[in-house]
């Protein structure tokens, strides 16, 4: 049977079994999240099976066992859940490996906004943990818009949610970027180089980040952005 990995928004990961071009066209477009195990038609003679894929008891993503001209098994379903509880435990690895290294590069911007490193040492710094910084450099606040009801650890687990997504996002377009947070608010250092390099412009940037931020939270946020400086140690007046 052919198998599908799904992200959280049902873009398609990895397959087996079958072309990741054909599962593109073949796999169901949902919607909305999925909580359970669920036999759903494809099109004619296509069936998906399709199970979630939980981490910290959040849906991180959706594995699928795809049906043409097939009938569905009695043992299928209990095969899919073990191999999302598989899925499981790679997300989680993943997860860790991320989140240290998001702690490592915040602890680094951390450092440049309060001036504790500069010069040739700032340079060193950046290559060991893999942060090619190309000149000019400008920084993104976001911050929240009015009042939210969110409780002080609601927001640090929305805050690092949402850096993951921005950094994700930064790093699949290959824009070189550091994201942290202060005094509760997600700070982005952007290699501006790499956006001209890539044929990306700030303000398109910029907005599409805040897209992001509205798009997986209620709350409302606004950003600033900084104007352009050519040397990373200038960050810090900016």
């Known amino acids: 049977l052919p198998v599908i990995i799904e992200d959280i928004n049902h873009s398609l990961i990895a397959s087996a079994g079958m072309p990741m071009e054909t599962a593109t066209r073949k796999m ?97 710094r950046a290559h060991y943990i893999g942060v090619e910084l190309t000149p000019p450099f400008f920084i993104a606040a976001l911050k929240k818009a009015g009042e939210s009801n969110l409780s002080y650890k609601e927001e640090l687990e929305l805050n690092d949610e949402l850096i993951g997504t921005l950094s994700s996002y930064l790093q699949s377009r290959q824009i070189n970027s550091l994201l942290g947070q202060k005094e509760g608010n997600i700070i982005v250092l952007i290699s501006e180089g790499s956006l001209l390099k890539n044929n990306y412009h700030k303000k398109e940037l910029c907005k599409k980040m805040l897209e992001l931020c509205l798009s997986k939270s209620n709350v409302a946020f606004k950003m600033g952005v900084s104007t352009s400086s050519n040397a990373l140690e200038d960050i810090i007046q900016l």
């Open 28 to 124: 169901i477009r949902f919607t909305g999240q999925i909580r359970k195990t669920e036999y759903v038609r494809a099109g004619e003679g296509l069936y998906q099976l399709i199970t979630p894929i939980y981490l910290h008891r959040r849906i991180m993503g959706y594995c699928s066992f795809l049906y043409q001209n097939t009938d569905l098994q009695e043992v299928d379903k209990m095969i899919l859940e073990r191999a999302s509880l598989a899925c499981s435990t790679y997300f989680l690895n993943e997860w860790t490996k991320f989140n240290a290294e998001q702690r490592i590069r915040g602890s680094f911007l951390e450092d440049i906004l309060n001036g504790r490193i500069l010069g040739d040492e700032l340079t060193k």
